[in-house]
């Protein structure tokens, strides 16, 4: 029951929080001026009536019980005005969510099975040369920014072996083999830092799961090792590496700017980029929401799958 | 004394005497010193021989960002609004000392026909020669649409600049005339007799002295040497300075131009050499030149120290901050816990990048594109901090010798900050230096992306050099590989160091790394 209960309350707040920091990012942008005003060349009657069809002249309060009422509520975020001309702000975002969950949800496969497999092999064979060797590479994937690693792949892999095309296919032909290995580039680049993390946690916490007593139990009562490891080891080391994939999966509607940026993938993290570059407000109202949402909706999987996966952890406890 | 026979039974008297008479008797002094959190923290520090390799080169990194600025700036780097930076663009690496290494400002190369006796031309005229090695001449490459024959070549592409046209004042002609004199090297070459030219295109081609078809293709004569067609009429206001070998003192070293006042001097000089005159060196860039002709290792200097500076600002803002406000949640608990973690929750959720954004369109004109990142950082960043100190407030406040403190009639600032805040000082040392690199990492993201600019004339910052070496990366790996190293070694010696610095301070870690 009190599960329940916490679970509402961090919706509850959930709640709270993203609309108040709507509201910020709302009055923030409305006080912005007009940019098309200053720029030559532009009709400022035609401008001026078309923001009063928009409704875009009334008070700031007003506006925002029609933000809230229309766009939060009702999902219409408006039209863009600088970046897609007259395009409605929601069907072009939906329409470059997919781009961005390929390329994310490729980079999970990619890294969630090879940083459990890292982690594992460093914590079986701990302090001798191959937990050095994982070890050392952890540090580096970690330390080094993803954006170098992937200049250096499309230096290396694209451009001097000529492995891969050097941008991501345009297109929505999303399962094609072409589309599959231009996507690998900026999987890769987009996994590495992901295959470090996995494996610098699941080693952590199997090898302190390694030396506890029940994994001594387990072996006197007859198991071989390696029976000792999956069936008890193995649960336990899950609890906090589980909700940590958890997160990964939720965030990965966010994207990365960057590597979308690198290899021209035509997602969500471009057009949020573009959309800041263009000053298109609509657009940066809906990316931010969505930016936001995600971070929030992430921390509270996180912290909610603590608690079902393992029952002795009780949440919102002091 | 023999001991064997010694009767230790029947010890006299007289062999007995008092150790100690006249002080009394206590406990012997440590030899040893005491020790303390901090020397505990230290000594296991320094048994972690990552970190200490981390430190040095961060040591190393700072004294690069601290002092490359200052003695590596020369006249070249000082001159940024220069317009003859742009002659100079995208040059390779050199350094005599690393030129095992590659870094001898040269790049391998395969050329036509045409280009490679344009070098030729270049060798001929100024006896300095742009190819150091060919490795392969003259060969016909099948896979070719055209005709032509091509040649594997080294080249150097500091002397690969070639000629170009300037156009100078009467002094500036006459500076150049005397330091030819003084030097005996020589930087203008005489000019040519384009008459016979047709295209318009090998007119305006400065590397052009010798007598070409419409394609550009140098018409050897029988002995296979160039034919010089420099111009031998005209004025060319009184050149009196070096002459090029072959010049029988017929040859006109300039063309021109303007009315009889204020006369204008149109020559060929060799790029190579005009450096020489013009900022009092020889042209070796360590790290090379970019697109636009600045030198990256000044520039990269420049970003890094400012980088540093930012992060370590910024870290110090956030444990300020974060400490107060961690404190005075954590210590006074209830309601007022509760509304300063919404206020906390609110921040620490918006997205960094919507933070950034924010204040560089309100804030960006009014204080510049520095003090409103340095907002964005501030705005959301001690909420990490504020979250460790709370935590550390939680755990040590109602222990009994707080209370004990708190019957002495101690004051709630006394307990905060003499009682409590120590215990929590390791942690927040070390979160405070692990803020630096993901300071970087950020920063080096948003000039990455173009949504701040911090590029001034002497310094650059190390995402916007990646970003403009990446559409060049083909051809000119140097311009992004160089910052893409220094990143990468911060990042990694940073993180190191902090890491080490981690676990030497929490002490549930003693004795288990042995």
Redesign the interface.
Known sequence: MSTIKYICKRLA?MV??FV??LT??FV??K??PVTEAEQFGKDMNLILQRRKALGYDKPILVQYLIFLQKSLLGGDWGISEELYRGQEVWGMFVSKLPATVLVNVYSMLFSVPLGLALGTYAALKKNKWQDHLISTLV??C????S??YA??I??FLC?KLQLFPLQMNSGSDYFTWSMFKSVIPAVISLGLGSVASFTRSVRAELSEVLTSDFMLLARTKGLTRAQATVRHAFRNSMVPIFPMILGEFVAILSGS??IE??FGVPGVGQL??SS??A?DYNF?MLL?AF??LI??VS?IVVDISYGIIDPRIRMGE? | MDKKTFDYNNIPKDKFEFCQRDESIHDKKFDTKPVGYFKDAMMRFCRNKSSIVAAFIILFLVLFAVFVPIFCSNKYTSMPTDTTYLQYTKLLPKWDLFAWAGMDGCTDMTLNKDNYYKKLAIAEETGVNPIVKVYKADYVDASSTTDTTFYDVRIDSYTNLGMTFLTLTEEEYRDIQEWQKESGIQVIYPAVDTSDLKIATLKNDASIWYKCTNKGMPKLDKDGHFQPMYKTTGSDGGYDSLRIAGDDGSYRYAVLAGTSEATSYKVRVFLYNYFQYRYGFEPAFVFGTNAYGQDILTRLAGGMRFSLVFAICISAVNLFIGAIFGAIEGYYGGKMDLILERIKDILGNIPFIVAVTLFQLHLAQKVGPIVSLLFAYVLTGWTGMAARVRMQFYRYKNQEYILAARTLGASDARLMFKHIFPNALGTLITGSILVIPSTFFSESNLTYLGIVNLDTSTRSSIGSMLAAGQPLISSYPHIMLFPAIVISLMMISFNLFGNGLRDAFNPSLRGTED
């Open positions: 707040l709270f929080v108040t920091i910020i990012c923030l942008v006080l912005l540090m580096v970690i330390s080094v920014p954006f170098v200049l250096l499309q230096y451009f700017l960057i940026k690198i949020y980029v800041i570059t000053r940066f931010s930016y936001t971070g929030l921390g002091r």
